[in-house]
Each structure stands twice: as C-alpha cells, then as structure tokens.
C-alpha cells in the first residue's frame, strides 16, 4: 500500500505533536499569569506591575533569586491558593490544582539561573 504525501504528512505530524504540545505547562501558566497576576507583579514577573506601583508590601519579584530559596512547589501552591494574611496577595482558591502546576511551571521560567 503506498501512502500519498498527504497522508505521510499527516502521520508526521500526529507523531510529533504530542512532543511539540508538551511543554509542561508553561504556556497554559503564562496565560493565567497574563490574565490574573501581571497586573500586580509586573508582564517581566518582576514585581513592578501597574497595580504592584501603590501596595504596601510591594509584589513579589520573581526575578530575584533570594524570593526562590528554599521555595518548594507546595510552598508557592499554598501562596498563590490562600494569599499572603497582611498583605495585598488575594487568594487565587478557584484555581485549579493544575492551573496552580501550569503557573508555577511559568514562574519557575523567570527563576534564575545559578
């Protein structure tokens, strides 16, 4: 049975897709983080967002390698789920696990190197 170029194309494509596809998560984190947190903590993760310039204490950097010492994904969970008491960080509890995993994902992006 001989294949068209169509069909080869298409058998490529489905092969590869999964691999091009998976990118864990980061992509569908760096929506939320457009959507729900840039705002604040600046569209760099740098702390430095339009609504970030007039809260007291100032929004996380997550360019800053002292803020990911010793941070944990459990740790950066439990923040982004319940909020930060006494500070201007809202909870973000209707976010799903996942969406948590994915925006972590993203925010580990703007991590650092060491």
Known sequence: MELSMRAWITVAFLVSAPALADDGGVAAG???YKGSCSVCHGKAADGQG???AAMNPKP??????SWWAGKTDSEIKAI???????TPMNSFAHLSDAE???????LKTKKPTE
């Open 30 to 32: 760096e929506a939320s």
């Open 50 to 52: 339009p609504a970030g």
């Open 60 to 65: 996380t950097d997550f360019t800053d390698a």
């Open 80 to 86: 982004i789920k319940n909020g930060k008491p006494m």
């Open 100 to 106: 948590i995993a994915n925006l972590i994902a993203f």
